[in-house]
């Protein structure tokens, strides 16, 4: 069945640090990807997503590429801010529109 | 943007009663909504499928007469824990989907409820 791998935390940075949190996809046919972000004492916002292989979700400097070769998905950041600080989730929405999402990946940067 | 609302926040009951979460969409109607349960430091896991004026889709393993769903409106989804007992302590999270956007994927999901089981 569907699912997604995610990179496991936590992960602290350093303010201004790059960051890349890892993600990789099992499914059948084309799914739709996501990034998700929840902050604490929050519910999940939408940060980023890609609808086909090859294409770019970018948000907020945060930006993840939809690698069908390698079934990837990985986010990036090129300078982390304190306020950059949450736990962000992988998703993917395949046939029948339902999400499957990772583990989830604690970030904690620091000034 | 869309917004989806739930309450209560937090709540705290005892073994053996029943608990009404309630998810809202505020400013657009729902046709679906979900229902997730996150475990500490875990993933969230769907629970069940509710469509307005129907009966909802459980997901394998998800008691449906322990987790009562109805959704009895375009912009209101209750999630009744019956019968409750500490290992249902867990985050219970709603999302909606808004057909205007004609999104399939799209979600919108609510702050979450904790429910502790005492």
């Known amino acids: 069945g569907d699912s997604v791998t995610q990179m496991e935390g936590p992960v602290t940075l350093s303010e201004e640090a790059f960051l890349t949190i890892n993600c990789t996809y099992t499914?059948?046919?084309?799914?739709?990807l996501f990034w998700y972000v929840q902050y604490p004492g929050e519910g999940l916002q939408l940060l980023l997503k890609?609808?086909?292989?090859?294409d770019k979700g970018s948000n907020k400097g945060f930006e993840a590429t939809y690698r069908k070769e390698t079934t990837s998905f990985h986010l990036e950041k090129g300078s982390v801010q304190v306020s950059d600080s949450a736990v962000y989730f992988c998703?993917?929405?395949?046939?029948?529109?339902?999400?499957?999402f990772g583990t989830g990946t604690s970030l904690t940067v620091i000034p | 943007g869309a917004v989806v609302s739930q309450h209560p926040s937090w709540v705290i009951c005892k073994s053996g009663t029943s608990v009404k979460i309630e998810c809202r969409s505020l400013?657009?109607?729902?046709?679906?909504m979900f229902w997730y349960r996150q475990f500490p430091k875990q993933s969230l896991m769907l629970m069940a499928t509710s469509n307005e004026g129907s009966k909802a889709t459980y997901e394998q393993g998800v008691e449906k007469d322990k987790f009562l769903i109805n959704h009895a409106s375009l912009t209101l989804s209750t999630l009744t824990v019956t019968s409750a007992h500490p290992e249902d302590s867990s985050f219970y999270i709603c999302?909606?989907?808004?057909?205007?956007?004609?999104?399939?994927?799209?979600?919108?999901f609510g702050p979450g409820t904790r429910l502790t089981v005492t």
């Open positions: 890609a609808t086909k292989a090859d």
């Open positions: 998703a993917l929405s395949g046939l029948g529109n339902q999400f499957y």
């Open positions: 400013d657009f109607q729902a046709t679906t």
């Open positions: 499914a059948t046919g084309y799914p739709s």
């Open positions: 999302s909606a989907r808004d057909p205007g956007t004609g999104l399939l994927y799209e979600q919108y």
